[in-house]
């Protein structure tokens, strides 16, 4: 005969009733043991397995709530400390420091360390606990009451089991928590409501499927008054942790994913959208409304701002329709003026403004009182004053209109070129000739050979040059112009090869005056190694109109990529190496990211490459914000010397930080920009990763990189209690994802206490270290296939 809840056949209790028999793990029953001395209870299989005599220690402290603590005991044997605060659930199995010995000496020693106990010995009380008689019940009989009706008053069971009001309800939040039951208890009516497998999975149904759930309509499904009716909604959605929210009169819930649709729906198809808006949509807060907002930025999934001092939501597309509007409007307009009309901030209509600009969408130029000038609004100021006036010098033009002469020079020129204003500049003179009658024929001549002129192409110069830059091929352009004349809309356009990326190929320089030069200064990103040979072309008109064209000389630069080999190493040999080694480094604002899990793409990129792991290290700053550091070593294999790479994240800056040492200045720009490529793919499919699942996704990327870094330093011969450290991180996490049956956490234990018999500076040993690496060989597989399961 077997425990009916397990297969256990040592049987404590056998019902008369339905013959069903359990152990004394699942057996019920009222009957306690209690310490005197302390006023504590233990359960029958508690005191049991103790002896009948009391184990909380005398000496000691919990380090979260100061109550006494208790001695227990694993399967394995291993002794822990256990809080005796019911309401606290501290214990040095699964919480820091994670103590767990074999012995009670070791256990008493370490606890010592870290001031839990004082001495260095367990004062335990031993006192022999008092039996406080109670009634057995039999669990079958107690679970087929409460399923026979969806309610069950409590003087029913009550009178049933001959148990008290207190004993009940224990009782039933023991099956609740083991799942062997579900529904809600009502204290103040002295009712337990039952709900019904098939009636959760109806109601989960509903809420996931339709993203809303009406309080009352379930209230009458389930024959039950809106308070209860709530509490089964809370118990669902913590259980189940469906994030939403309920509207304000407690009427409906909304799930999260159902927001979230309907706001990014909203947003997209208005464009501008006040928060109070969005919010009486589902009759919730404004201020949660906002915060959905702020998320729904900050992941991207909308490109959206607040406006109206945070009262609306805009689109980006809507700012710049609005803007491109109020521009053909006016014409001429202070930034201020374009913020005040969106209702945005200035810094925005500022950044939007020069989008529009660089595309092309909006034309115009800033002047020098702070105004923003179309070019229309700029040719019909030009054309008014031409109209006026015969002759003008371009500094009165300029300062007119508030531009510069340059500027002046550039529209004059394609105006005249079209056809718009006839008349001409002297360059020599500084001045503007417009015609108001008919030209003679001396005049068209004149005119005639001043558009004919050509401009001597021998004294307009190109030169370039390049050097290595943040994993980046910065390229120079320089124009020279050494002519009598100014030489107007300059474009330089680089041939940008297939092996690198270009943000740009394209810059244009209004005008280069006469004996002037002007520099333009391309990134290129490498894609791949080698030889490449970067060319380009510089297109410009002089003073005439006429269009000149200058072949940009090739230049080859050279892009190694280092092949790499492990280099086992200290961090005090890489702190020497550096300071004799150039250097070039990439810093990325991660504000959109978890910094640790953009610690963990910085570590699996490194990974890619046969490097080693110096040290690695993560905690917090002075001002408690996250932070980490990892060092990595390799051998160049072809050309030779170190490569050491250091990784930084800074929650507190936002920040992360690649920087790399290496003596050849092509192989560091090659390694360094490789690192980055790998390095945003990584992040990108981190950004990918759902909100839920990146906690877990943080403990499998850290158990990844503690069993790497683990390998390594028994290859190093490290310390014990080092690599115990990482193998302690590993063993929690792994609890938490797999819990306490995989035979993999069984292997864990018995490390962490080969390597607690070490020193705290003793080095591990050759044989521990070659049969620990042989064994994270097998955990790494096990660990592969049980998280696929």
Wanted: charged share 30%.
């Amino acid at each position: 005969m077997n425990c009916l809840f397990c297969d256990s056949k040592k049987i404590e209790f056998t019902c008369e009733k339905c013959n069903s028999s359990f152990c004394i793990n699942h057996m019920a029953t009222t009957e306690q043991w209690m310490c005197k001395k302390h006023d504590h209870n233990y359960s029958k299989v508690s005191a049991a397995e103790k002896g009948y005599r009391c184990t909380i220690v005398e000496n000691s402290k919990c380090t979260e709530c100061e109550a006494l603590l208790r001695l227990e005991r694993l399967s394995s044997g291993q002794y822990y400390l256990e809080c005796t605060n019911p309401k606290c659930a501290w214990n040095s199995y699964l919480k820091t420091p994670g103590l767990f010995f074999p012995t009670k000496e070791q256990l008493a020693r370490e606890a010592t360390k870290y001031n839990l106990i004082k001495g260095y010995k367990l004062d335990l009380c031993r006192k022999s606990l008092k039996h406080i008689t109670g009634k057995e019940i039999c669990p079958n009989c107690f679970l087929e009451l409460l399923k026979r009706s969806h309610i069950t008053n409590f003087s029913t069971i009550m009178t049933s089991f001959n148990i008290t009001a207190q004993q009940m309800v224990k009782l039933i939040n023991k099956y609740m928590d083991e799942e062997r039951i579900y529904g809600i208890i009502d204290q103040r009516n002295q009712i337990f409501y039952y709900i019904s497998p098939e009636m959760r999975e109806k109601i989960l149904a509903k809420i996931q499927n339709d993203g809303i759930l009406k309080v009352a309509n379930l209230g009458e499904m389930l024959d039950m008054n809106s308070d209860i009716t709530l509490k089964v909604i809370y118990k669902l959605i913590s259980h189940y942790q469906i994030k939403g929210s309920f509207s304000i009169n407690k009427g409906f819930y909304y799930t999260q994913k159902h927001i979230v649709a309907t706001l990014i729906k909203e947003i997209k198809e208005k464009g501008r959208v006040s928060i109070e808006n969005l919010a009486n949509i589902f009759n919730i807060p404004a201020e949660l409304t906002k915060s959905f907002g702020v998320n729904l930025m900050r992941t991207g999934e909308i490109n959206a701002f607040f406006a109206d001092r945070g009262n609306e939501i805009i689109t980006k597309e809507k700012i710049k329709e609005e803007t491109e509007n109020f521009a053909k409007e006016v014409g001429l307009f202070e930034l201020n003026s374009l913020a005040r009309n969106l209702k945005i901030a200035v810094e925005l209509a500022r950044k939007t403004l020069h989008e529009l600009i660089k595309t092309g969408t909006i034309n115009g130029i800033f002047t020098q009182r702070r105004e923003f000038m179309t070019s229309k609004y700029l040719e019909k100021k030009i054309k008014e004053i031409a109209r006026a006036y015969r002759t003008m010098p371009l500094r009165e033009l300029s300062n007119r209109l508030g531009v510069t002469e340059s500027s002046i020079e550039e529209n004059l020129a394609q105006l005249i070129g079209r056809g718009d204003i006839d008349g001409y500049i002297d360059m020599h003179k500084r001045l503007f000739v417009a015609y108001s009658v008919p030209r003679s024929e001396s005049g068209k001549a004149h005119i005639k050979q001043k558009v004919t002129t050509p401009i001597d192409e021998g004294k307009i110069e190109v030169v370039r040059d390049y050097d290595f830059e943040g994993g980046q091929v910065h390229m120079k352009i320089a124009v020279r112009n050494m002519s009598n004349m100014a030489i107007n809309n300059v474009k330089v356009l680089l041939d940008v090869p297939s092996s690198y990326k270009s943000k740009q190929s394209l810059i244009t320089i209004p005008v280069i005056e006469a004996k002037n030069s002007r520099g333009v200064d391309f990134y290129l990103e490498p894609k791949q190694c080698g030889l490449s040979s970067i060319g380009g072309t510089v297109i410009y008109k002089d003073a005439t109109g006429e269009k000149h064209t200058i072949n940009i000389r090739k230049k080859e630069v050279q892009i190694k990529c280092p092949l790499v080999c492990t280099n086992l190493t200290s961090i005090e040999d890489c702190q020497i190496a550096i300071k004799s080694l150039p250097n070039d480094a990439r810093a990325f604002l991660i504000a959109d990211l978890d910094p640790r899990l953009a610690y963990r793409a910085a570590i699996r990129t490194l990974k890619n490459f046969e490097t080693s792991a110096v040290t690695s290290h993560e905690g917090t700053d002075a001002k408690g914000s996250y932070e980490a550091e990892a060092w990595f070593c390799a051998e160049a294999k072809v050309t030779g010397g170190r490569i050491i790479t250091r990784i930084y994240v800074s929650e507190g800056s936002q920040s992360l930080e690649v920087r790399v040492w290496h003596g050849n200045a092509g192989g560091l720009t090659g390694f360094l920009a490789r690192i980055i490529e790998l390095l945003f793919e990584e992040i990108n499919i981190i950004r990918k990763i759902k909100s839920e699942e990146r906690e877990k996704t943080i403990d499998v990327m850290a158990i990844t990189q503690n069993l790497a870094e683990v390998s390594d330093y028994c290859m190093l011969r490290w310390k014990a209690q080092n690599i115990r450290n990482k193998l302690h991180d590993t063993f929690v996490r792994l609890r938490k994802l797999l819990g306490d049956k995989e035979a993999i956490l069984g292997r864990l234990e018995f490390w962490l206490t080969e390597l607690n018999k070490y020193g705290k500076d003793d080095k591990i040993s050759d044989d521990d270290a070659d049969k620990l690496v042989n064994d994270i060989e097998k955990f790494k597989s096990v660990i592969a296939r049980a998280i696929k399961l």
